[in-house]
């Protein structure tokens, strides 16, 4: 007789996450839902520099330098190489407050700030926290049922609040928090360098086929070369100037979301408590730090009772497929009988009780 196995279905974490957040490759990658201007980034990145590594360098490799491939080459791989990492990592997602943790927090509100009469307005849900002799406060998430730690703000698009949060990219197709902002920030270093090299030496192209067979024969001849010009030209000045805006904020230890609201620089003039008064201390705790883990555990396995269904076992599938007789007094105690729906004239009379049987010396 062959016995069908059933193997019980594994529900990761990641299917159960709240938020707006798409994940790939069994919860390893870990994007937004909106990666409409990621796919156009990469579509500028990898045209460009396919256009540049299947013309100009071959020429330029041989007219003046076999270095400036190579180099271009490894511009680009650091380049995606962060783009990625960017894109596909946790940036710093907080988990949401389970049940049981979000009313415990609610009757501690409740006792705190004590019964508020109908038609009043709460007060604001708000924990005062010391750093470095300076109060910073904690407000409360009403989305997440939680009190955000310092510098954690909940990010709209994807529905999560997120620690150390700098700004949502659609660029990169993600949030840009604490665990990924060290590569956004790699990222459009690198870009910024890649761009300015393969505007530079498209130049230095059209000008050394220029002295050879002039420029306007040089145009007609290379529309590739001019489309890479006009792309690198266009973009040069955004991401350049994005990198060093960055750059001044990793100097002052700040975050986007910070200089936005200007919460160190406002009419407070609140001294930013996180800041070492140091640049080089400043740039090696934002770029050099350790990497906190994520804390989401995505890959993590959950009970059956949280995973929604119980899969059948083994015993459960291997005997629904035999037949059974009825057994309608098989799962029931000794205080649980059957109830008894016959009428009195279908009732069978009883039998007498057979009188006991003395055992014989034989049979013992």
């Known amino acids: 007789m062959s016995v069908m196995v059933v193997r019980k279905k594994v529900t990761r974490k990641w299917e159960k996450l709240p938020g707006r957040n798409t994940f790939c490759c069994d919860g390893r990658v870990m994007m937004a839902r909106q990666k409409g201007i990621f796919y156009l980034t990469l579509f500028l990145i990898l045209g460009t520099c396919t256009l540049f590594f299947a ?9 003046l330098s076999p270095a400036i491939p190579v ?23 907080i988990p949401r407050a389970l049940p049981d943790e979000a009313a415990f927090i609610e009757m501690e509100i409740e006792a705190t700030n004590g019964a ?28 997440c049922k939680i009190f955000r730690p310092p510098r954690a703000s909940h990010c709209s698009i994807c529905d999560n609040c997120v620690e150390r949060f700098d700004h949502h990219c659609p660029w990169v197709g ?7 902002y060290r590569y956004f920030y790699l990222f459009i270093l690198s870009l910024s360098l890649l761009t300015i090299y393969v505007f530079a030496f498209n130049i230095v192209y059209v000008a050394l086929k220029s002295l050879k067979i002039g420029f306007l024969e040089t145009l007609k001849e290379t529309p590739g070369t001019v489309l890479e010009v006009l792309i690198c030209f266009f973009t040069l000045w955004s991401v350049v100037g994005l990198t060093g805006f960055h750059t001044f904020l990793v100097a002052l230890n700040q975050t986007t979301n910070e200089d936005i609201k200007g919460s160190w620089t406002g009419k407070n003039r609140v001294q930013n408590p996180y800041s070492h008064g140091n640049i080089v201390k400043n740039c090696c705790e934002v770029l050099c730090g350790p990497l906190p883990p994520s804390v989401l555990d995505r890959r993590g396995i959950l009970p059956l009772e949280e995973s929604g269904s119980r899969p059948p076992s083994t015993q459960e599938t291997s005997s629904s497929l035999l037949p059974q007789s009825p057994s309608p007094t098989e799962h029931l105690n000794s205080n649980e009988m059957p109830e ?8 069978p009379p009883p039998e007498p009780p057979e009188p006991p049987q003395e055992e014989t010396e034989a049979e013992k």
């Open 174 to 180: 993600n949030c840009v928090g604490k665990r990924n």
């Open 116 to 143: 508020v009469p109908q038609g009043q307005r709460p007060p604001p849900r708000i924990k005062n926290f010391q750093i470095n002799n300076q109060i910073v406060k904690l407000k409360y998430c009403y989305t």
């Open 71 to 93: 180099f271009a080459a490894m511009l680009f791989l650091f380049s995606m190489a962060t783009l990625l990492r960017t894109s596909f990592s946790d940036p710093g997602v």
């Open 55 to 63: 013309f100009e360098c071959r020429y330029l490799a041989v007219q």
């Open 340 to 347: 008894d729906t016959s009428t009195p004239e279908e009732m």
